[in-house]
T-cell receptor, first 116, second 114 residues
Framework: EAGVTQSPTHLIKTRGQQVTLRCSPI?????VYWYQQALGLGLQFLLW???????NRGNFPPRFSGRQFPNYSSELNVNALELEDSALYLC???????????????FGPGTRLTVT | GQSLEQPSEVTAVEGAIVQINCTYQ??????LSWYQQHDGGAPTFLSY????GLEETGRFSSFLSRSDSYGYLLLQELQMKDSASYFC???????????????FGKGTKLSVIP
């Protein structure tokens, strides 16, 4: 069974630019989560999508946005990049149980974004 | 708000047992998860406790006490490959109906030495 995949692996952008990161969940998983992990820090929750809808977002500015497609893949968009956006962006997926979401999430390898 | 506390670093000897504690403060608590992350790698799901008690999966066990807002991850027969960061994460209801969130602690860096 294929795991969560993300693209690209690495990305270098300059301040003010925009970036789009992509994620494909495990087959059968309907929930996709995005996290930011700055160097040496824990994971900060960004967004949760399920069944094509945004279910929750973390404490990040509106220039962080995303969407989920009918095939449950997802994009994370970051506009007006700032230096502090440099981080590992992780996507995770899970089966959305009856109550929605799960503490059991499966992560992709991440996209390393460097903003100069 | 939500907060999780876990030790920043732990060192243990190969073959030994180590316990990584996690205390949390949150509302709308559903369960406690543990994740392992090797340097440069992605977090890997280890366990999820929704009920009080100990759950064992091979060399790893996870414990939860909801009344004490406390849990721990127990690693037995430590191997060098267990050197990694271990994160506890609280799964809880967020604002709004049907909204949930997994909130991670800052992680415990485990170093296994010969």
């Amino acid at each position: 069974e294929a795991g969560v995949t993300q693209s690209p692996t690495h990305l270098i952008k300059t301040r003010g630019q925009q970036v789009t990161l992509r994620c494909s969940p495990i087959s059968g998983h309907t929930s996709v989560y995005w996290y930011q992990q700055a160097l040496g820090l824990g994971l900060q929750f960004l967004l949760w999508y399920d069944e094509g809808e945004e279910r929750n977002r973390g404490n990040f500015p509106p220039r962080f946005s995303g969407r989920q497609f009918p095939n449950y893949s997802s994009e994370l968009n970051v506009n007006a990049l700032e230096l502090e956006d440099s981080a590992l962006y992780l996507c995770a997926s899970s089966l959305a149980k009856r109550t929605g979401g799960s503490g059991e999430q499966y992560f992709g390898p991440g996209t390393r974004l460097t903003v100069t | 708000g939500q907060s999780l506390e876990q030790p920043s670093e732990v060192t243990a000897v190969e073959g030994a047992i180590v316990q990584i504690n996690c205390t949390y403060q949150t509302s709308g608590f559903y369960g406690l998860s543990w994740y392992q992350q090797h340097d440069g790698g992605a977090p890997t799901f280890l366990s999820y406790n929704a009920l009080d008690g100990l759950e064992e999966t091979g060399r790893f066990s996870s414990f939860l006490s909801r009344s004490d807002s406390y849990g721990y991850l127990l690693l037995q027969e430590l191997q060098m490959k267990d050197s990694a960061s271990y994160f506890c994460a609280v799964y809880s209801a967020y604002s709004g109906a049907g909204s949930y969130q997994l909130t991670f602690g800052k992680g415990t860096k485990l170093s296994v030495i010969p």
